[in-house]
């Protein structure tokens, strides 16, 4: 069963498996695998229960014309649900992209 409340994103989604790392005080840092990005949010599997409406400081992996890029966020998680893979599939928010992460974002979603 889902823990959070009810949130679809508004944007469409696409495919990337990278790695994310995730960070906050209370957590400090752990690496979750993300599945699925797009301009509004990500999907990360996680060894780790992240708290739903906590927010989180994000970095994400991503190779854009064959460089690695480190997108750096701030993410709200909307949903976080145990998974048949033995992990917690987490669906986050994206509140704040540093500002050249959006534009990274932004040509991953329309080349790839």
């Known amino acids: 069963m889902a823990i959070g409340y009810d949130y679809k994103r508004s944007s469409s989604r696409?495919?990337?498996?990278?790695?994310?790392?995730i960070?906050?005080?209370?957590?400090?840092?752990?690496?979750?695998?993300?599945?699925?990005?797009?301009?509004t949010g990500l999907c990360v599997y996680s060894?780790?229960?992240?708290?739903?409406?906590?927010?989180?400081?994000?970095?994400?992996?991503?190779?854009?014309?064959?460089?690695i890029r480190m997108i750096n966020a701030l993410a709200e998680v909307v949903v976080c649900s145990y998974s048949r893979t033995g992990c917690f599939k987490?669906?986050?928010r994206f509140l704040e992209v540093d500002g050249g992460g959006?534009?990274?974002?932004?040509?991953?979603?329309?080349?790839?």
């Open 90 to 92: 987490v669906g986050m």
């Open 102 to 112: 959006e534009s990274a974002m932004a040509e991953y979603l329309e080349n790839w």
């Open 47 to 67: 060894d780790n229960k992240l708290q739903v409406q906590q927010i989180y400081r994000l970095a994400i992996e991503m190779q854009i014309r064959g460089r």
């Open 23 to 39: 960070s906050s005080e209370r957590l400090g840092q752990i690496e979750a695998k993300a599945t699925d990005l797009s301009t």
């Open 14 to 21: 696409k495919s990337l498996q990278t790695r994310v790392l």
